[in-house]
């Protein structure tokens, strides 16, 4: 017998081969027979499970398509070293941002030493995340992408930001734009997420009307 992909819904709708010719109902196949059927034949890929999602939001699926769901594994140690940058990378940053402020705050700072270099996918986040099985040069392209990288203050990098995950963790302001930038990294780098953290960013992303970066008036 050949089996076409089917979709099933969250409302109990058949893929078009049940109850067809593809099985005959003169046969003695009975329902538990016919569900066994559809649970191998969702191990195998042959048949996928569509839920419906309110009308405006995204589905999770799209949100996050390409990313893996799973737990988070370390594979090799955490080294912090491997994720090192240059001090110089910081007025890349201020250039790129357009000022020398925090968007999680929208805090101006009068000066480079009162920020700190902020990664948006925390790199200890990232390293449980698939890093830890990738190559020396691969961290280090991360630990420097400005892509991921933007300012904070002390405080609020080192001790309440720290490696948290937007499960754990969200800014005050930006939103938007963190969670966007946290889905753009985690995709570049082919990077998984856990559970709780999916949740979180897509409960956040479909709320969101723009992802642009809200930015201060400084002096």
Not at 30 to 35: D, L, S
Request: aromatic share 8%.
């Amino acid at each position: 017998m050949i089996f076409s992909r089917s979709t099933i819904d969250c409302k109990g709708s058949r893929p078009d081969w049940i109850g067809s010719r593809s099985i005959d109902r003169d046969q003695t196949t009975t329902q538990g027979e016919v569900v066994k059927a559809i649970h191998r034949l969702l191990i195998i890929g042959l048949v996928s499970v569509s839920c419906s999602s309110p009308v405006g939001a995204q589905p999770q699926d799209t949100v996050l398509s390409g990313i893996v769901i799973t737990p988070e594994v370390r594979v090799t140690p955490y080294d912090r070293d491997d994720y090192s940058y240059p001090q110089s990378i910081e007025q890349r940053i201020i250039a790129q941002q357009g000022g020398i402020f925090s968007p999680y705050s929208l805090r101006c700072f009068s000066n480079r030493r009162e920020t700190d270099i902020e990664h948006i996918v925390a790199v200890s986040e990232a390293h449980e995340s698939g890093l830890s099985a990738r190559t020396d040069e691969e961290r280090k392209a991360f630990g420097n992408d400005l892509d991921n990288l933007t300012l904070a203050a002390p405080r609020l990098n080192r001790y309440q930001k720290v490696a948290k995950d937007p499960a754990e963790w969200l800014p005050d302001n930006n939103r938007c734009w963190y969670v966007a930038k946290y889905i753009e990294i985690k995709r570049k780098y082919g990077l998984t997420m856990d559970r709780a953290e999916a949740d979180a960013v897509s409960g956040v992303y479909e709320s969101c009307k723009s992802f642009e970066m809200k930015k201060p008036v400084c002096n």
